[in-house]
C-alpha cells in the first residue's frame, strides 16, 4: 500500500493569515464599539429623552405603585408620605427596615399624592 503524504503549508503563510484575521477582527472590534456608543448618547428623531428628577423635586413626586427610594428617605418617612402602613409587609425582598438605600424599589399599595 502507498502511504499518502501530508501536505505541510509554509509557517509564513500560515502566521500572515493569522494576522490579517486578528487586525480584521480588531477592527471590526472597534468599529462596532464606535456604533455602539454612538447610538446609545443621542435619542432619535421621533424619541423624547426621559426627564431626569433630582433634589427636591425628588423627594416632592408622587408615590405611585412602583416606588423608587431617594436618598435620605426611610421606610418610616416613605409610610408617612404614601399612606401606606403596609410598606415592610408587601415588599418580601426588604428583610432588614433599616437598611433601605437609595434606588430601592418598592411596592406602595395605596399610592396617594406626596403629604
Known amino acids: 500500500m502507498a502511504r499518502r503524504q501530508l501536505k505541510v503549508w509554509p509557517s509564513s503563510w500560515v502566521s500572515a493569515a493569522a494576522d490579517t484575521a486578528s487586525w480584521c477582527l480588531a477592527l471590526s472590534l472597534v468599529a462596532l464599539l464606535l456604533v455602539c456608543s454612538l447610538g ?3 435619542a432619535g428623531a421621533g424619541e423624547e429623552a426621559m426627564p431626569q428628577v433630582r433634589g427636591a423635586a425628588l423627594s416632592a413626586r408622587p408615590c405611585e405603585e412602583i416606588y423608587v427610594v431617594a ?17 415592610l409587609e408587601k415588599n418580601p425582598h ?20 406626596p403629604r
Open 94 to 113: 426588604v428583610h432588614d427596615p433599616d437598611d433601605v438605600f437609595p434606588g430601592l424599589v418598592l411596592k406602595i399599595i395605596t399610592p396617594s399624592k
Open 71 to 87: 436618598e435620605g428617605e426611610t421606610l418610616h418617612s416613605i409610610s408617612d408620605k404614601c399612606g401606606d402602613p403596609y410598606i
Open 40 to 42: 446609545a448618547g443621542s
